[in-house]
Antibody, heavy 122, light 103 residues
Framework: EVQLVESGGGLVQPGGSLRLSCAASGFTFNNYWMNWVRQAPGKGLEWVANINQDGSDKYYVDAVKGRFTISRDNDKNSLYLQMNSLRAEDTALYYC???????????????WGQGTLVTVSS | EIVLTQSPATLSLSPGERATLSCRASQSVSSNLAWYQQKPGLAPRLLIYDASNRATGVPARFSGSGSGTDFTLSISSLEPEDFAVYYCQHRSNFGPGTKVDIK
C-alpha cells in the first residue's frame, strides 16, 4: 500500500524554524517527483514546493522562496521541508503528496499524506 | 499565471440528486485539469485527471468533462459519502473549491 506519513509540525514563534518530514512507503520513492501542499485553517489548497527524483530540480511558490527549502533522502525514502523565518501566514496543515505521472505524461497529486499542522504564533 | 475559478461556492443537494460543479480557467489549459475530493478532517483525494479520466477506485458516478477553459465535474446520484469539498487543479494552481452539502 502506498503511504505517506508527515511529521515535524508544531507551534513556533514568528521568525522561527521548523523541519517537516514525510516518510514514504509502498512504492519506489526515487522514481517520483514529490510535493508539499498546504492548507490554512478553513481555507483552500496551496502548492508550496516540489522536487524531482534525484533532488537536482526544486521549485517553490513565490510566498516561500528564500525561506523554505525542499529536499529528499532517497536512501531513507523521505521528503523534507526546512522552513525558516516563519510568519503567521505560514500557519497551515502541510501535506506531502506524490506526483502521479499518467501515460500521457501529465502529473497530478496522488496520493497525499494525512498532513502535519504548523502553527506560527507568539 | 493561470487562475482557476469554481462555481458555485456551495451546492446544497439531497442524496440521490445530480451534482454539477464548474471550474473555469483564465486561459486554455487543454485537458490538463484534475479534480480532488476532500472530506472533513481528511486529506484530498484525486478523483479525475486529464479532465475526464477517473482515478483508481473512483466510483463510476463521478465523471469529468471539458477542455480549454471550461470544465465540469458531475456526480450522477449523490451518495451520503459524497458530501465534501471539491477542488479543481492545473499544475501548481488550485481553484477555491466547491462545497457540496446536504440540503
Amino acid at each position: 500500500e502506498v503511504q505517506l506519513v508527515e511529521s515535524g509540525g508544531g507551534l513556533v514563534q514568528p521568525g522561527g524554524s521548523l523541519r517537516l518530514s514525510c516518510a514514504a512507503s509502498g512504492f519506489t520513492f526515487n522514481n517520483y517527483w514529490m510535493n508539499w501542499v498546504r492548507q490554512a485553517p478553513g481555507k483552500g489548497l496551496e502548492w508550496v514546493a516540489n522536487i524531482n527524483q534525484d533532488g537536482s530540480d526544486k521549485y517553490y511558490v513565490d510566498a516561500v522562496k528564500g525561506r523554505f527549502t525542499i529536499s529528499r533522502d532517497n536512501d531513507k525514502n523521505s521528503l523534507y521541508l526546512q522552513m525558516n523565518s516563519l510568519r503567521a501566514e505560514d500557519t497551515a496543515l502541510y501535506y506531502c503528496a506524490r506526483s502521479y505521472v499518467t501515460a500521457s505524461g501529465t502529473k497530478w497529486f496522488d496520493p497525499w499524506g494525512q498532513g502535519t499542522l504548523v502553527t506560527v504564533s507568539s | 499565471e493561470i487562475v482557476l475559478t469554481q462555481s458555485p461556492a456551495t451546492l446544497s443537494l439531497s442524496p440521490g440528486e445530480r451534482a454539477t460543479l464548474s471550474c473555469r480557467a483564465s486561459q486554455s489549459v487543454s485537458s490538463n485539469l484534475a479534480w480532488y475530493q476532500q472530506k472533513p478532517g481528511l486529506a484530498p483525494r484525486l478523483l479525475i485527471y486529464d479532465a475526464s479520466n477517473r482515478a483508481t477506485g473512483v466510483p463510476a458516478r463521478f465523471s469529468g468533462s471539458g477542455s480549454g477553459t471550461d470544465f465540469t465535474l458531475s456526480i450522477s446520484s449523490l451518495e451520503p459519502e459524497d458530501f465534501a469539498v471539491y477542488y479543481c487543479q492545473h499544475r501548481s494552481n488550485f481553484g477555491p473549491g466547491t462545497k457540496v452539502d446536504i440540503k
